[in-house]
């Protein structure tokens, strides 16, 4: 069974919405794995751009990795190619303006999405965060994923790398991926008054004639993409008939994805969970392991990673359907940050993507065996719990607290 649509407009006629998720055929996708693979890749398309470059991060760190990679954009900028760079406010409020300054005087354009940060507040606009990762060049190449512009092995030194993906997209889906980032340019540049940069006329077309899968691209906002993502994955997940691979750092799915798991199980599809296995931020990985019991009693098989940080947003189901991009399975993803995924629908990606995903989980996953989870001591159990209640009531003062129904079904009432 194959999970190919004709492909349809969204209501906005830029990007596909879920219901179709819009693939366009004839495309090249390539996935990255870690910033070993990824900062070489799009370090070498600055270099190569010829009129212009989109860089989009939730995190901009001024390390070693932030600094070459200001270098090639300050490179491409004073050849004359038209530089944009956008940055979230509270995932990049540690950049020095003395960089962003540097950066602006050689040419580069730079725009702060939400850069007043509230540290007291559950207002909804201070949890509502641009999470997207994503570069686009020309209209020749474009990078979707996880991975921020940070140092691949952190500030704390551990010996691993994070673990996380990308891909690298040639094809006509480029055009779809410029125009939404065209557009949330646009978005930010008018609500930051002062700061508002023309954006670059017309492109030639794309060189690139090779392609041959099919892929889409996703994105959640606060307007006319709200459950895109989401309802992607539990579409897919129902339609599943052998195997589910999921490989998240924050993993806090709602009811009605873990109904559309558990279903799965039912009808015999192997559901496998790779999650994170050091404490990176507390709440969420305590109230991740909230959910453990349910998953492993169902018969979910959970694995941890604990090598290193994971930082993955991935998935693979039936060997053919794969997903990798920014957007986590947890209430902030899901319901508050601006994200973006690119969804393939290509037997050799979804192989190779699963081949590394097995890898990973034979090497480095520590299974988490139902019976001795239930013997943990009733101290971690009890703080489980209360950091699950706690992310629950965060959702709730944000305003989404009756937001926990599964997508599709939601759709139909509105």
């Known amino acids: 069974m194959r999970y190919r ?16 998720l819009g693939f366009v055929p004839g495309n090249q996708v390539t996935l990255l794995q870690n910033g070993e ?28 990795t932030g600094q070459r990679i200001a270098d090639a954009l300050t490179r491409a900028a004073l050849r004359g190619v038209k530089v944009y760079v956008l940055i979230d406010g509270y995932g990049s409020r540690d950049i020095p303006r003395s960089m962003l300054g540097r950066m602006r005087t050689d040419g580069v354009k730079t725009l702060i999405f939400r850069p007043r940060i509230a540290p007291w507040t559950f207002q909804r606009k201070r949890l509502r965060r641009m999470h997207r990762k994503l570069v686009v060049v020309d209209r020749e190449l ?83 993409h709200r459950r895109d993502i989401e309802a992607a994955y539990v579409r897919a997940i129902d339609q599943a008939e052998s195997e589910i691979i999921l490989a998240h750092a924050y993993f806090l799915p709602g009811l009605g994805f873990r109904h559309a798991m558990f279903n799965a199980i039912k009808r015999g599809v192997r559901v496998l969970l790779l999650l994170q296995g050091k404490v990176d931020h507390l709440l969420e ?12 009693e169902a018969g979910i098989e ?38 973006s995924n690119v969804v393939v629908d290509d037997q050799a990606f979804g192989a ?17 065996l139902r019976d001795t989870w239930n013997q943990r001591p009733a101290t971690l159990r009890i703080a489980g719990w ?13 305003g989404y607290g009756g937001e926990n129904r599964r997508p599709e079904k939601r759709k139909a009432k509105k």
């Open 5 to 20: 649509k004709r492909q349809r407009r969204s209501v906005d006629q830029e990007v596909p919405s879920a219901d179709s």
């Open 37 to 64: 693979a990824y900062f070489p890749a799009i370090e070498e398309a600055f270099d190569k751009a010829r009129h212009e470059i989109y860089l989009v991060t939730y995190i901009y760190e001024d390390d070693a």
């Open 142 to 224: 474009a990078f979707v994923g996880g991975i921020n512009i940070v140092d691949d092995r952190g500030a704390t030194g551990e010996m691993a790398p994070r673990y996380d993906y990308a891909v690298a997209v040639e094809g006509p889906l480029v055009d779809v991926i410029r125009r939404s980032t065209q557009r949330l340019w646009s978005m930010v540049s008018w609500t930051s008054f002062r700061k508002r940069h023309p954006l670059c006329g017309a492109l030639p077309d794309s060189t690139f004639t090779g392609g041959s899968m099919n892929a889409a691209f996703l994105m959640r906002d606060n307007f006319h």
């Open 285 to 296: 990985y305590y109230g991740s392991r909230a959910l453990y019991g349910s998953f492993l």
């Open 302 to 339: 959970v694995y941890e990673y604990r090598k290193g940080l994971l930082h993955a947003k991935v998935a693979v189901i039936d060997g053919h359907w794969a997903t990798v991009g920014s957007s986590n399975i947890d209430p902030f993803s899901l319901l508050l940050a601006l994200e």
């Open 352 to 368: 190779h993507l699963t081949q590394c995903l097995k890898k990973t989980v034979e090497m480095d996953g520590q299974r988490v």
């Open 386 to 398: 209360l950091c699950y209640g706690l992310l629950r009531l965060m959702k709730g003062i944000s």
